[in-house]
């Protein structure tokens, strides 16, 4: 069976290799079925580190940005936020307004509000909104801050109670205190693997640690519209919402286009980390430490890849190695 796969296996481990990742996880799931799971590594580089396997939980970084787009959706389906055309003033009446501006909601769920911080931790204005893209943290920093406001918990404590729970997930935790099934993150290869436990100094929930497993879950729920293990978790509307292109339109055609922080493909674009070969309405989401959850409706198919190296494809050809994955399992399938 791994044979029919053996491009994508050859693939990953090339890249963990080059990179310095010390493990990598490999998940597949074709109609709700695994077709292949590939462990391979350790939890750190030290020695005597514990071998990567299914209950291995590594760190997602900005992969986390699919659960508070969840979080966000439910807003939205709930009542909470009447429309993505809302304006963020709306919501932060302690910012400046001449910031803050014309930004909406959609064009902070999409990297195109146009705004950042600087060093004193200032909201400054980068662009207009809706005029560019570009990724940085502002936006989830202030969307993390929205969902307590609404709901009055943070948005992990959302999730837990109404998706994590009910799916049964028991390795999909923000973690405060390292444990054994934690794997360490690698900065830099020469030195040791770092914990990353712990909440981030800048609120934005980044100590979040998933199985390669339960990763998969996560897409699966996506990709079955909120059913999992035939009982429907989320509404169908409210994963609609998620996975929804709100990119406006008119958008340089270049530059990615976004549902809730997913990416989203509905044709190649060049700016895009789906390459050119993946099918319309399949959509990913990634962290800067290598985990990538790819969903390709067309192919009922979910990919759950992990490494644990931050920058794990440096800044040359970044978007090459992104885009390749993808193609790979796109080609792999479209038989």
């Known amino acids: 069976m791994e044979s029919t796969y ?6 990953v481990e090339e890249i963990k290799e080059r990179n310095h990742s010390s493990g990598a996880g490999l998940l597949i799931l074709k109609n709700n079925e695994i077709v292949l799971e590939h462990y391979s590594g350790y939890q750190s580089n030290t020695i ?17 940005k699919s659960y508070l787009g969840l979080c966000l959706a439910f807003a939205i389906y709930d009542g909470k936020i009447q429309s993505v055309e809302d304006y963020a003033s709306k919501y932060f009446e302690d910012i400046e307004p001449e910031i803050l501006g014309k930004t909406t909601i959609r064009h902070m769920v999409t990297h195109t509000h146009g705004l950042d911080e600087n060093h004193r931790g200032e909201i400054i204005r980068e662009f207009k909104p809706g005029e560019n893209w570009a990724y940085r943290g502002i936006n989830i920093k202030l969307m ?38 934690l794997v360490r993150v690698i900065i830099d290869p020469k030195s040791n693997g770092e914990d990353a436990s712990g909440s981030s100094d800048d609120g934005m929930e980044s100590n979040l640690f998933v199985s390669t497993r339960e990763f998969a879950s ?8 909120g059913v999992f293990n035939g009982k429907q978790i989320v509404p169908k509307e409210v994963i609609e919402i998620a996975i929804r292109i709100h ?31 993946v099918p319309s309405d399949s959509y990913q989401i990634l962290g800067v430490t290598g985990p ?14 992990m490494y644990n190296k931050r920058y794990n494809y440096g800044n040359d050809n970044y978007l090459y190695y992104l885009k390749e994955f993808s193609n790979i399992v796109a080609d792999t399938f479209n038989k």
């Not at 053996?6 to 693939?11: A, M």
């Not at 307590?148 to 973690?175: A, D, H, I, N």
């Open 247 to 277: 990119t406006l339109k008119d958008l340089e055609k270049d530059l990615p286009r976004n549902g809730m922080f997913w990416f989203v493909q509905d044709i190649p674009r060049e700016m895009s980390e789906l390459g050119n070969r």
């Open 144 to 181: 993390t801050q929205l969902i307590q406001k609404l709901y009055g918990v943070p948005f992990p404590e959302l999730l837990y109670e109404r998706v994590f729970s009910p799916m049964g997930l028991v390795r999909t935790k923000w973690e405060t205190k390292d444990n054994d099934e």
């Open 292 to 305: 990538t959850l790819l969903v390709i409706p067309k192919y009922d198919l979910v990919v759950a890849k």
């Open 218 to 225: 996560w897409g699966s729920l996506f990709l079955n519209k």
């Open 6 to 11: 053996e491009k994508i296996i050859s693939w």
């Open 48 to 64: 005597n580190a514990v071998p990567i396997n299914e209950n291995s939980r590594f760190n997602v970084a900005s992969a986390r």
